[in-house]
């Protein structure tokens, strides 16, 4: 079973802020998660588990992964759903997303830096 750290729902309000410094670099300390959570996901990969590409199916897992960022805690909150999960499923509950597919040579320092890149890019609330 994959898993990821802080999936526990807080016990005081969170309240999102805008996108700056403290919000990247509370993304930034995930980073190696993400390249962890990967290589985990890319071991799930079978010759049953297939993405549309542009040359057709191809073994691969399209990941969603929810977030937000706990001013309190100082932390990124974050959990993730497989497939086409869009009403349901652990990242459902997020306000923010980011998307990715991993295939079996996906190089998980890349998918990582993209879903941070992702993260960083969103119009956070004030």
Not at 52 to 75: A, L, N, Q
Not at 106 to 112: D, H, R, T, V, W
Request: hydrophobic fraction near 30%; proline fraction near 3%.
């Amino acid at each position: 079973m994959l898993s990821c750290k802080n999936r526990q729902q807080p016990d005081h309000q969170i309240t999102p802020m805008k996108n700056n410094t403290v919000t990247k670099n509370a993304i930034q300390r995930e980073k190696q998660s993400f390249v962890d959570f990967f290589k985990a996901i890319k071991k799930q990969i079978g010759s049953d588990t297939l993405v549309e590409t542009g040359d057709g199916e191809k073994p691969g897992i399209e990941v969603t992964i929810g977030f937000r960022y706990d001013k309190e805690s100082d932390e990124l909150e974050w959990n993730y759903q497989t497939g086409d999960n869009s009403c349901m499923g652990a990242a459902y509950s997020f306000a923010h997303w980011a998307t990715t597919t991993v295939m079996k040579r996906s190089n998980c320092n890349e998918l990582a830096n993209d879903i941070c890149e992702q993260m960083e890019n969103l119009p956070w609330e004030e």
